[in-house]
């Protein structure tokens, strides 16, 4: 079954290299996700685990990561439809972004589904190379500027992971393995020193990869300037492959009993995600740099329940869960806006209700999922963390970790209602009316099903989901 | 085992271990000279100079080395960082016609004075704190950390794209020199992607440096600031 996720969109793009249709090319990126997504039921249901592949395997720890890779690469991949109609692109260009799409896909579940450090550092690279092109796809000043930035700053980022692994190999001593489950078995043996010295730059350099501040600076832009399936992507499901190696390292620390020293340094960088957040975001002037700094946010809050721990890491997984679905949803509809109004600006825009209902209500409801707001499955997850930060004592983090989550509600807020409440200006109804013909039911249609989802996992879990949880919560 | 024979040969030779401190020393000093010029074709040579350095210091350094990771070697300092990378950067230099990085944001003088102190800040960390320490050669440790951190810092003060480029090079040349200080070895798979990955990224960026000559008048840095979160055009 994993062979099967890792060599069709391999096969697929030989195929597309020889088959230069557009039509078969956007075929070939629907084929992958439902087969990705079918592979991904099936293996979550215990069939077919096991793979000839070397170096990949699903464990407890990465299953959640891949199902959520998948539903929201499926649901991506059918708002794509409609979306590429948009394009007055020519087909060569549009049958690379296809491509692209295949192969960054293909890094990501690579990433997730590594059983080594070295691979999954080398995959991380790969989906910083894929989707450099995907960010420059429009091809403005502007995208040449974001593409150029993300490639620099993660690849430094990268190679500062590298330096990690490498002191990483120090202190293991005589044990002389990359492979997560060995690393985990001799992990009791490490030097300390060396160990703490290599997750400064793991976090480092995988953290640039996540998107945490203070080496954030890449997601903004590049967030931006994507096209918005590829904004989705990139926020709903590249920052969760990074996390997943942070993850893995954080486990690494806690086996060889250096877990304070990473949780001090993951609260740090967490805390200055949101600090980052709460002042950029209330002064952005363009609503996708604004969903940006909500992402960064929000791998701040995934950081900060990774750092407290206990109960918290269930409450991490339903976050990652509740984020990937809603800032999927939010960064789609985000399209839909630029489609009818054509401009990023948020100043241009109000009366969003009024242009196109659909489009205004699904914009209006994704601020309310990614804000917390009951029965969104974040209500539940940052409720959990601030419970366990009052448990454990951390009166005045919780204090803090509040007080900068409502600064950035305030700020995302003010935004969502001034675009989507009052009138519409008259000179624009005529531009928008054509504009809005352009947007077809693909393109509402993923967004209402992720967030339906965001809203019943906030008052109902499946008992089989709920079990895939808790075997994540026990392989962290 | 006759390909091991030889190896000890060479490496006899070559008086490897005496030679490898001075080829290892000769690596940090090419960064002293990165910091003093301006001269981006300079900097080209540089970049081929480190390669042949790191593929002098494998031969010479690395004690029991199978024929298969000679070969990956090999290929990965004499071929990738020393022709085909260079000749990429000066196809790019050609083309967008950036020979100088002048005036950058410190004076050439204090970029040397810098650059000397950091790495002589490295010589130190290997002699007093990574010389007690089993598994690493403390020369090579000290000398790719400074490596390293002179590297991340030219990129600060920088003005040029390409210059920023080369830089990333050098970094990964460190970074290269780092993983020769641990006495075990990295799987063989884990450094062919490590090199393809390199390899991709210089590539891509390259195909950028061309993409932002044609769309600016030049391949300064400054250019690429228009991204803001406090005024925004479209």
């Known amino acids: 079954m994993i062979n099967t996720i890792l060599i069709f969109p391999i096969v697929a793009c030989l195929l597309m290299l020889i088959i230069k249709n557009k039509c078969f090319t956007t075929l070939m990126v629907n084929l992958y996700a439902i087969i990705h997504f079918v592979i991904t039921l099936l293996l979550a249901f215990g069939i077919g685990s096991r793979s000839s592949i070397p170096y990949f395997a699903v464990d407890n720890t990465n299953l959640i990561f891949l199902m959520v890779l998948s539903f929201v690469f499926l649901m991506v991949a059918v708002y794509n439809n409609g979306y590429v109609k948009t394009f007055d692109f020519p087909d060569v260009k549009i049958r690379n972004y296809s491509f692209m799409i295949l192969v960054f896909v293909l890094s990501m579940t690579g990433t997730i589904l590594s059983t080594d450090l070295g691979i999954s550092w080398v995959l991380v690279e790969a989906t910083t190379l894929s989707s450099a092109y995907l960010i420059y796809f429009n091809r403005t000043k502007h995208s040449i500027e974001a593409a150029w930035k993300y490639v620099f700053i993660c690849s430094i980022g990268i190679a500062l992971a590298f330096v990690g692994i490498i002191l990483l190999n120090i202190s293991s001593g005589n044990v002389n393995t990359l492979n997560f489950a060995q690393l985990y078995k001799y992990a009791a043996t490490f030097n300390p020193n060396w160990l703490k010295a290599a997750f400064v730059f793991m976090m480092f350099g995988f953290g640039a990869k996540m998107g945490l501040a203070p080496i954030h600076f890449w997601l903004p832009d590049a967030h931006s300037e994507a096209p918005s399936p590829i904004s989705a992507l990139l926020s709903a499901t590249l920052l969760n492959s990074a996390f997943m190696v942070i993850v893995r390292a954080f486990k690494i620390m806690v086996l060889a009993d250096c877990v304070d020293y990473a949780r001090f340094m993951m609260f740090v960088m967490g805390f200055i995600s949101l600090f980052v957040t709460a002042v950029f975001v209330y002064h952005t002037r363009n609503y996708k740099r604004m969903l940006a700094y909500s992402s960064i946010e929000n791998m701040g809050i995934l950081i900060i329940g990774t750092a407290l721990g206990g109960v918290a890491y269930f409450a991490v997984i339903l976050h990652l869960i509740g984020h990937s679905l809603a800032k999927a949803s939010f960064f789609l509809t985000s399209g839909n806006i630029l489609e009818l109004f054509g401009t990023k600006r948020i100043k241009s825009i109000s009366g969003l209700i009024n242009a196109d209902g659909k489009t205004g209500w699904l914009w209006v409801i994704s601020f309310l999922a990614i804000c917390a707001f009951p029965t969104s499955v974040l209500f539940i997850s940052e409720f959990i963390m601030i419970k366990t930060m009052l448990l454990q004592g951390h009166y005045w983090l919780c204090g803090l970790f509040t007080l900068l989550l409502t600064i950035i509600l305030y700020g995302i807020g003010k935004v969502v209602i001034k675009t989507a409440f009052g009138n519409l200006s008259e000179d624009k109804k005529e531009q928008i009316c054509t504009n809005k013909s352009r947007i077809t039911f693909g393109m509402y249609f993923p967004q209402f099903v992720m967030l339906l989802i965001v809203f019943i996992l906030g008052i109902y879990i499946p008992p089989f989901l709920n079990n895939i949880i808790n075997c994540t919560v026990a392989g962290f | ?234």
């Not at chain 2, 003088?109 to 490295?122: D, N």
């Not at chain 2, 000290?142 to 920023?164: E, Q, R, Y």
Request: proline share 2%; charged share 15%; glycine share 4%.
């Open chain 2, 1 to 234: 085992m006759r390909w091991l024979c030889y190896h000890l040969l060479l490496r006899e030779c070559l008086g490897a271990n005496k030679m490898v401190n001075g080829f290892i020393i000769l690596f940090g000093l090419t960064m002293l000279y990165l910091a003093a010029t301006s001269r981006i074709i300079a900097h080209i040579r540089i970049l081929i100079a480190q390669g042949i350095l790191l593929f002098l210091i494998c031969c010479c350094g690395m004690k029991h080395i199978t024929f298969l990771n000679f070969a990956f070697l090999t290929v990965e300092t004499l071929i990738v960082k020393s022709i085909i990378i260079p000749a990429f950067l000066y196809k790019v230099l050609k083309k967008t016609h950036s020979n100088r990085d002048v005036a950058p944001n410190i004076p050439h003088f204090y970029c040397l004075f810098i650059a000397s102190t950091i790495l002589m800040a490295g010589f130190l960390l290997s002699q007093y704190y990574v010389s007690a320490m089993k598994l690493i050669s403390p020369i090579y440790f000290g000398v790719s950390a400074a490596v390293i951190i002179i590297s991340l810092w030219l990129i600060t003060i920088k003005h040029k794209i390409i210059s920023n480029v080369i830089e990333f090079i050098t970094m990964e040349n460190g970074i290269f020199l780092l993983s020769l200080s641990v006495a075990k070895e990295m799987p063989m798979l884990v450094n062919m992607g490590v090199l393809l990955d390199v390899f991709i990224a210089v590539y891509i960026l390259g195909l950028f440096i061309n993409v932002i000559n044609t769309e600016f008048k030049d391949l300064e840095v400054s250019n690429l600031s228009d991204l803001k979160d406090y005024e925004y055009n479209d």
